[in-house]
């Protein structure tokens, strides 16, 4: 159905009219903003349902929809959206997470005095992230990308009040606007080397093969061809959005936030963005003979993998330790789309979703019925307090370590370990991914271990034991867990039909491609590679799990200096502050400085000139001509005076004047005929 | 030697300048009067010797511009004198030296 | 040779009546002078021929003129009382050097003036009946706006010298007990 396309902006927009609508309503509004958030992305799921079913329909779909917005001189400038696969599959996920995330929050903020500001914020998120999937025009995308920045930073700093919430959002929105330059540069000169805004515009797009061309034969700085310069100052962008080292260090502060934030944020959407962003310019970043920029993204991705897994080890709060986790499978997503392409990243980022939303939300099930505790070694023997949390975070968590065949992580991260292993131009990503497999499994085993097992720790506060949440809650865990395990079969090697689906391709459903050799070796190596950690992990931690102190960490014991390292996030946040902080605090007091003292001396100068020609001014004006004028009539006044003393009112004397003038008169003239 | 011209200009000049010392010397307001009368008679004796001794004495002139002169002569002593009754009467005086309000 | 001797007394005389009629004290006698010395200019009048002009000032000035200011004389006598009231002003001096300036401004022309020594060609006539006929038509103007003139000027002498009402009863009753000053002080404005 072409029509569709038409209709295809209705789905951001609907969470953007919620938005503004709620933007509206007062605080006590609570139902009639939840209503209209939940249904606003109700209808946006409903209308992606409908887009999702036309590209299932049509295989190789891929239908664009532009128009022009203003024309600026004799450029023009336009907006478009693109329905495809790849947007398809990112529409279906994220109003459908974004929908359960609502639902759950109607029970998680039930207490929050913020409530209908919460939902607006959600709404107007939801509504960015919608219109970066679909955007055609890199405007557009540009336009959303901010915009998911910013409902970010309210979410973040939702409760403001707390500084570390307020720092945490400022440090968010810095962090990803380091990155976002590059993406605006990279933007800026594909748009002028392309001479078109939109990526497919039958042919003319900056995606399509004769622009390729143009950019590939183009050669910049350092010998590299323009495309591959453009891919870079792109990924870096992305590489902000999505925590990738060295841009990592906002997404572990933004656990302040609300925990339904953190799920649908931080977790599965705005995070995923940056992956979305490299799978959408991928034929740009694939250009070429040697993609060098396919290279970078998988030695980036592969080395954030591991590094955030080593930190998550020794961290304590619950949240940061899915956080971390967070980083490092954004690294493997983006390993995936370097070394397997958009359809392995994709699957990754997907399965992804369903599963660490999954243990956001089951964390923040955790810490609402621990009445807000969130260190782990405050916690206990949750399994049996809290049944259904414990059943679906467990189901995540082993989605997320990759046990073998009834969870999605095993598949997904698998097809990103075989396309590594099939890497021509290095085998170390592999290695990465595999100790980064283990190291998941065991911090994740750790966690798990500290949180569900073993005996309720000490509280020194009288709170009430732990409850279970209530069912609002409950449920959407419940959805995700099943889909943790049921996304995976849609892209097993039997039946590859999410990598088909991508490509454009039939998929045939073949169980004898699972027992092919390398693919079997494959499983079975990362079968027994979170079997050991699990193992590992257990036999160190559940022993700690039940005494009733955990002071000292079992590793911290054993090794205290690599302990703390990991524990101070390899002291990355330091160094920054240390370096690029001071520089720029060096930056801004020298800009200070140049303001005062320069441009502000200049201006007083400029003012105290005026100020002193006002002065001269008045110093003429008072004493001299003031002073003049006075004077002058003062001159008058004697002068009058004086002859008034000629005027004494006798006659005679006027007689007398006059007559001595007429005679003095005549002698002259006398005088002078003479 | 006979009495020409310059002889009645001479006259007219010394009468004139004796009526002048008069007026501006005395200080009564009526001597003052009488020096401006005798001034005037000055005048009046310079147009009639200028007539005589002119070079058109058929013209009769001289003769006229007296007889006017006389009337108004006369006119404005009557004048002048009804002013000094009438100050006289306000002040008690006809010192010229105490009438002086119009001082500047 | 009449004539000379004729001139040079009635200069004479007139000269000495007028310096008498502008030096005496009393004002009755600089009256009494004055006509006298207008009676001597008549009689250089009468020797100039203009004959009319000389009747005409005998009788104006001298039976109107002279009359009249002996009457302001007479009228505005109160101040006799006091002995030094006919004294020249304190600066006479200074009016006599400006008069003897005057002077000197009006006779060096005559002096220094060659065309001044003429003697007179013929005799000139002034008769009447001339005089009459001139003022008829060529001086009919001046002779009607000197009688108005005349008007005027006896209208308003009457009208400044009558006395006013309040002035008679200001005279009659002795002045109110609360004005201590002077007549003299009260203004003319």
């Known amino acids: 159905m072409p029509q569709v396309i038409q209709f295809l902006w209705l789905i951001p927009a609907f969470p953007l009219l919620a938005a503004g609508l709620g933007a509206l309503l007062g605080r006590e509004r609570r139902r009639l903003a939840a209503s209209l958030a939940i249904g606003g992305m109700a209808l946006s799921w409903l209308f992606s349902c409908a887009a999702f079913w036309t590209t299932l329909g049509a295989p190789g779909l891929r239908e664009t929809w532009s128009f022009r917005w203003f024309d600026l001189a004799d450029t023009t400038v336009q907006l478009g959206w693109v329905l495809d696969p790849l947007a398809a ?571 001595l003038a007429f005679s003095l008169a005549l002698l002259a003239l006398l005088w002078m005929c003479a | 030697m006979n009495p020409n011209l310059s002889h009645y200009l001479i006259l007219s000049a010394l009468l004139f300048s004796i009526g002048f010392a008069g007026a501006v010397a005395r200080r009564s307001a009526i001597l003052v009067l009488l020096g401006i009368e005798l001034m005037l008679n000055a005048a009046n004796l310079n147009f009639i010797a200028f007539w005589r001794y002119g070079a058109n004495p058929q013209a009769l002139t001289g003769v006229m511009f007296v007889l006017f002169s006389i009337a108004i002569a006369a006119a404005e002593a009557a004048v002048g004198l009804a002013l000094i009754i009438a100050i006289y009467r306000q002040r008690r005086t006809t010192r010229l030296d105490s009438i002086d309000s119009l001082k500047g | 040779m009449l004539n000379e001797i004729a001139f040079y007394l009635a200069a004479a005389m007139t000269l000495a009546f007028a310096l008498a009629a502008m030096t005496l004290r009393h004002l009755v006698h600089c009256a009494l002078c004055a006509a006298a010395a207008f009676a001597g200019l008549a009689v250089i009048y009468l020797q100039l021929h203009a004959e009319f002009v000389g009747f005409a000032q005998l009788m104006v000035y001298v039976g109107a003129i002279a009359i009249l200011i002996v009457f302001a004389v007479l009228l505005t006598r109160g101040e006799e009382i006091r002995p030094d009231s006919n004294q020249s002003s304190p600066s006479w001096m200074t009016g006599v050097a400006v008069a003897i300036l005057v002077l000197g401004g009006i006779t060096i022309p005559v002096f220094t003036s060659p065309s001044l020594q003429r003697l007179p060609p013929a005799a000139a006539v002034a008769p009447v009946k001339i005089i009459g006929q001139e003022l008829m038509t060529r001086y009919v103007l001046p002779l009607e706006l000197v009688g108005v003139l005349l008007t005027a000027a006896l209208l308003g002498a009457v009208v400044i010298a009558m006395r006013e009402e309040s002035e008679v009863k200001r005279q009659i009753r002795p002045p109110a007990p609360e004005r201590a000053e002077p007549e003299e002080a009260t203004s003319l404005r």
């Open chain 1, 89 to 659: 599959v990112m529409l279906m996920m994220v109003t459908f997470l974004s929908l359960l995330i609502f639902i759950y929050s109607l029970g998680y903020m039930a207490h929050d005095g913020n409530f209908t500001r919460f939902f607006c914020f959600m709404s107007l998120f939801g509504a960015a992230m919608l219109g970066i999937v679909i955007a055609n025009s890199l405007l557009l995308l540009f336009i959303c990308w901010e915009l998911v920045g910013l409902s970010s930073y309210l979410l973040i700093g939702f409760w403001y009040e707390k500084p570390a919430a307020a720092a945490a959002a400022k440090k968010a929105f810095i962090t990803t606007r380091v990155g976002d330059i590059g993406l605006l540069l990279g933007m800026l000169w594909l748009y002028s080397q392309s001479g078109t805004l939109l990526f497919y515009d039958h042919g003319g797009g900056c995606l399509e093969q004769s622009s390729l061309a143009r950019l590939l034969a183009g050669v910049t700085v350092g010998g590299m061809a323009v495309s591959t310069a453009i891919s870079l100052l792109i990924f870096s962008g992305a590489m902000g959005k999505s925590g990738q080292f060295p841009l990592h260090v906002w997404l572990p502060d933004a656990m302040e936030g609300p925990t339904p934030v953190s799920a649908l944020i931080h977790a599965a959407t705005m995070v995923a963005a940056g992956v979305f962003l490299v799978a959408r310019v991928f034929p740009l970043m694939s250009a070429g003979s040697h993609p060098t920029a396919l290279q970078v993204v998988t030695w980036v991705g592969a080395l954030t993998a591991v590094f955030a897994a080593a930190i998550a080890v020794a961290q304590n709060d619950i949240k940061r330790i899915i956080a971390y986790s967070t980083i490092s499978q954004l690294g493997y997503m983006m390993m995936g789309l370097g070394v397997g392409g958009v359809a392995v990243g994709m699957f990754h980022l997907i399965t992804h979703a369903f599963f660490k939303s999954l243990l956001f939300l089951g964390a923040g099930s955790v810490i609402h019925g621990c009445h807000g505790e969130q260190d782990i070694r405050k916690m206990g023997g949750l399994k049996k307090l809290m049944p259904w949390t414990f059943a679906t975070y467990a189901a995540g968590m082993m989605a997320l370590c990759g046990v073998p065949l009834f969870f999605s992580g095993f598949w997904s991260k698998d097809e990103i370990l075989r396309a590594a292993r099939d890497w021509p131009f290095s085998a170390a990503p592999f290695y990465l991914g595999v100790a980064g497999a283990f190291l998941t499994a065991f911090y994740m085993t750790r966690q798990v271990c500290w949180v569900f097992f073993g005996k309720p720790a000490d509280s020194k506060d009288s709170h009430a034991p732990a409850h279970e949440s209530p069912a609002v809650m409950t449920i959407p865990l419940a959805i995700l867990a099943v889909l943790a395990v049921l996304a995976g079969f849609l892209g097993t090697p039997a039946w590859p039909w999410f990598q088909s689906y991508l490509n454009g391709e039939n998929s045939p459903l073949t169980f004898t491609a699972l027992f092919a050799r390398p693919q079997l070796n494959l499983m079975l190596l990362s079968t027994m590679v979170v079997g050991v950690a699990l193992s590992l992990g257990w036999r160190i931690y559940s022993r700690v799990a039940e005494q009733s102190s955990r002071e000292t960490d079992p590793l911290e014991k054993s090794l205290p200096a690599v302990f703390r390292l990991l524990q101070n996030k390899f002291f990355i946040d330091e160094i920054y502050a240390a370096t690029v902080v001071r520089l720029n605090a060096a930056f801004s007091s020298c800009a200070d400085w140049l303001d005062r003292v320069i441009w502000g001396g200049a201006v007083n100068a400029v003012s105290g000139l005026t100020d002193l020609l006002a002065r001269i001014n008045r110093a003429i004006d008072e004493l001299g001509i003031n002073a003049g004028f006075d004077l002058g009539c003062g001159g008058l006044r004697g002068t009058g005076s004086l002859l008034s003393w000629m005027q004494n009112g006798r006659v005679q004397r006027y007689l007398r004047v006059a007559g």
